[in-house]
């Protein structure tokens, strides 16, 4: 079933927030706790707090270990938007190269179920309610209503 690709209006979210953040994995805990309080304050995501979570982790450790090769000299952006109609809204950005998304080996198949990396888009993708990769792979939009 496909979805609908829903922008947010910056001047109709109730709630936005940027952070940025040095390429450290130590880092990541402390985003996602921002973001899931944000969530939970909000009540722009009730009940789906864990989806929110795993996706997040991912779409931050993609980031920091490909998009900056793990430089904690480069930075991530983090943008978090709630909007009641909508849900919330995850941006995450990084300096890197980017990546072709379609170039991804499906993890579900063959030798790749025995691979020890290469999930992090898959599970993104299946949890959210929406992705979207733009600005060449540099930046993962996603949605969860």
Do not use: W
Request: hydrophobic share 35%; proline share 3%.
């Amino acid at each position: 079933m496909p979805t609908e690709k829903v922008e947010f209006d910056r001047d109709k979210l109730s709630v936005r927030i940027d952070i940025s953040l040095k390429a450290d994995i130590n880092r990541i805990s402390a985003v996602v706790q921002s973001v899931l309080a944000l969530a939970t304050e909000m009540k722009c995501a009730e009940g789906k707090e864990l989806e929110i979570e795993t996706a997040l982790r991912e779409a931050l450790a993609n980031a920091i270990t490909h998009g900056c090769q793990c430089n904690p000299e480069k930075t991530i952006e983090c943008c978090v938007g709630c909007d009641e109609q909508h849900g919330i809204l995850i941006v995450v950005r990084d300096p890197g190269n980017g990546y072709d998304p379609m170039a991804l080996a499906n993890p579900t198949c063959g030798e790749n179920l025995y691979s020890n990396h290469g999930r992090g888009i898959y599970l993104i993708n299946e949890l959210m309610d929406e992705v979207q990769v733009r600005n060449g792979g540099t930046e993962i939009y996603m949605r969860k209503k």
